[in-house]
């Protein structure tokens, strides 16, 4: 298989006519932005069709041409199953979510409304710096991603794929915002959906014998039911993923942006079912690819399969995929961090208020995206990225969520739980080569931990962090029944 598959011409000729593409089509469709809440929510009359489109459109970011096919070459099917559950789940969790706040808050813009209210400023303060650190993350990942895949298909240095993606991005999205995110999402949705259709095709059609047989023969341990993986990679993922995008103020905006109850759980539910099973057939692409060649590197599994026979019109079809991928998830990631700067900056720094406010955020994030294209041009293991914010984000989801039922939960309570979570699941969150942790193999030797444990850090560091604040919250509440 050659090093390179397009020249390095082509692939930035491609990306800035793609861009150009979504950049035009925004503009000319795009009606005036006549204040701050129209740039968060827009006119919030948005149908099924454009909230479907929308919510799938910024939850399936490029990370799904890595993610879940790197996760199942040594997670199994069940890491597989466990990612497209967790990307689902969400969906499903503001089903119930979704119309409380939007009772309670029919002016709303942002889960940090409710945060402000139901906690307290303080509570506010680190739920929102822990949002803004996971979206920031979740961005310099979605860039790194692109900037991994043009380099494998050209050998683009990452730094000019980080700064063109970038580039395009900002410069619709900062002027357009939220409606503007809906319009270009409901087309990068289209041409998402219908390239991986095509690549349903194409790659199971190249295969000699039965995917799952193939899969049986080469790989069996991967999809045994007796492989401890499969579980614990499987639950590991997809507490990881629903914890996190659940703190997602873009899922939280078309909440609100939605024209009424009815529009917006079915557009959940549509939602829902297209990220499962996407998210569930790029995991198996892991799992095929894996038993074609175990010694593949795990992120560019699907990418082996679609350019296995090096045609000039699928790599071209592969790179509007990530284009357009990449550029609804990070139009909407701009977007959410814009807007909570927005409508709660004021309560990190005083600067961040007055007339002049939207000035102010758009040189911040200006600022923003210069920390994103240092980063994303280092290249750092994009699954390792995730993880790192999801388990932030795991510290915390029990407290909150648990507080939309439990009005005694106070804001002292509250940062106790979410601090001890935090600090337990760090003690036990893997280093980037997964055999130590901060605990294991630092402050205490290897030798003094089962196997068992050793080989499942990652699941151990999100299922504590996950527990600890419930048994915290338990146990205070327990003691107060008794009183």
């Known amino acids: ?79 597989v199953i466990g990612y497209a559950l967790g990307t689902a789940a969400p969906m499903l969790f503001l089903l119930n979510f979704g119309p409380k706040i939007r009772r309670e808050f029919p002016n709303g813009m942002s889960l940090t409304e409710f945060i402000k209210r139901r906690f307290g400023t303080g509570i506010l303060k680190i739920v929102l710096i822990l949002i803004l650190f996971y979206l920031t993350i979740f961005l310099i990942a979605e860039v790194t991603a692109i900037a ?47 390239i991986i259709l095509f690549s349903v095709f194409l790659i199971l059609e190249n295969l000699e014998i039965n995917s799952y047989n193939l899969i049986k023969k080469n790989s069996p341990t991967l999809i045994s039911k007796n492989y401890i993986p499969n579980y614990t990679a499987g639950l590991t993922f997809f507490i990881a993923v629903a914890a996190t995008n659940l703190f997602h103020q873009g899922n939280w905006q078309r909440v609100f942006a939605a024209k009424n109850n009815l529009i917006l759980k079915k557009s959940l539910i549509y939602s829902s079912i297209i990220s499962f099973v996407i998210v569930l057939w790029m995991g198996y692409t892991g799992l095929i690819s894996f038993s074609l060649d175990p010694k593949i590197k795990p992120d560019l599994a699907f990418f082996k399969l679609m350019l296995l026979n090096e045609n000039i019109i699928i790599i071209i079809f592969v790179l509007i995929l990530a284009l357009s991928l990449t550029l609804s998830t990070i139009d909407t990631l701009i977007n959410a961090i814009t807007s909570l700067i927005i409508i709660d900056g004021k309560e990190i720094n005083r600067f961040l208020s007055g007339r002049k406010l939207k000035d102010k955020v758009n040189k911040l994030i200006l600022l923003l995206c210069t920390i994103v294209f240092v980063f994303s041009s280092k290249g750092y293991s994009i699954l390792y990225l995730f993880l790192l914010a999801d388990l932030l984000c795991c510290a915390a989801v029990v407290t909150i969520f648990y507080g939309f039922f439990k009005k005694k939960i106070n804001t002292r309570l509250s940062l106790v739980s979410m601090i001890l979570g935090l600090i337990s699941g760090l003690l036990f969150f893997p280093s980037q080569n997964f055999q130590s942790s901060f605990l294991v193999g630092n402050i205490m030797s290897v030798e003094n931990f089962n196997p068992i444990i050793l080989s499942n850090l990652l699941f151990i560091s999100f299922i504590t962090a996950l527990i600890v604040p419930l048994i915290i919250i338990t146990i205070y509440s327990l003691r107060n029944s008794l009183r």
């Open 1 to 79: 298989m050659k090093d390179i598959y397009l020249s390095t011409q082509t692939t930035l000729i491609i990306t800035l006519v793609v861009g150009a593409f979504f950049i035009a089509l925004g503009y000319i469709k795009l009606k005036k932005v006549s204040d701050n809440k129209s740039f968060i929510i827009g006119d919030k009359k948005e149908s099924i069709f454009s909230l479907t489109t929308s919510l799938s459109a910024s939850a399936l970011g490029a990370w799904i041409l890595f993610g879940p096919a790197s996760a199942a070459t040594w997670g199994g099917i069940g890491a």
């Open 148 to 194: 991994f895949l043009l380099n494998l298909i050209s050998k683009t240095p990452l730094w000019i794929t980080s700064c063109t993606t970038l580039i395009i991005c900002l410069l619709y999205i900062l002027r357009g915002g939220f409606k503007l995110s809906i319009i270009t999402d409901k087309y990068q949705f289209i041409i998402v959906l219908s």
